[in-house]
């Protein structure tokens, strides 16, 4: 999916910022999962400083996410109002 994405050179619309947003926090999450797990495994302060920004990023991902749906919502509502409107 990103690799269309990044090849196509196109914008995203609402509903594959949502998805794109999903799959962030997916693999963030996975990152940080692991990153943590080898640091404790292995005694690493680097595993554990890795997890501790893939735990950043999984913050900033959820806070993308939100704010995707949230204009997915707004825009779903304002063709609710102009479909209404119309008839």
Do not use: H, K, M
């Amino acid at each position: 999916y990103a690799v269309w994405v990044l090849t196509q050179r196109r914008v995203l619309f609402a509903r594959q910022r949502v998805i794109a947003g999903w799959l962030a926090t997916i693999f963030t999450s996975i990152f940080a999962a692991g990153a943590f797990a080898i640091g404790i495994v292995a005694n690493s302060p680097a595993g554990l400083a890795a997890g501790g920004l893939g735990l950043a990023l999984v913050v900033v991902s959820v806070l993308l996410l939100q704010r995707a749906r949230r204009r997915l919502t707004a825009l779903i509502d304002r063709r609710r109002e102009l479909e209404a409107a119309r008839i």
